[in-house]
């Protein structure tokens, strides 16, 4: 057996790893972040009170 090899491999295995947890945390966060605009974005909408807005169509104009 190279133990050499298995070394390195091993150690090339735990960067991968390492780096992939780090792109799902950046992923993660990058969600939350997106969540947490569209929940302001929603809080911010008003609603429509007029009950006739959008029912009519002006076809001649």
């Not at 947890?21 to 997106?34: E, G």
Request: charged share 15%; net charge negative; aromatic share 2%.
């Amino acid at each position: 057996m190279d133990i050499a090899g298995i070394s390195t491999g091993m150690s090339q295995s735990s960067l991968m790893q390492e780096a992939s947890m780090k792109v799902q945390k950046m992923s993660l966060h990058n969600a939350d972040v997106q969540a947490q605009a569209l929940d302001k974005l929603f809080a911010s909408a008003q609603m429509i009170t007029d009950p006739a807005l959008g029912r009519n169509i002006d076809i001649l104009a």
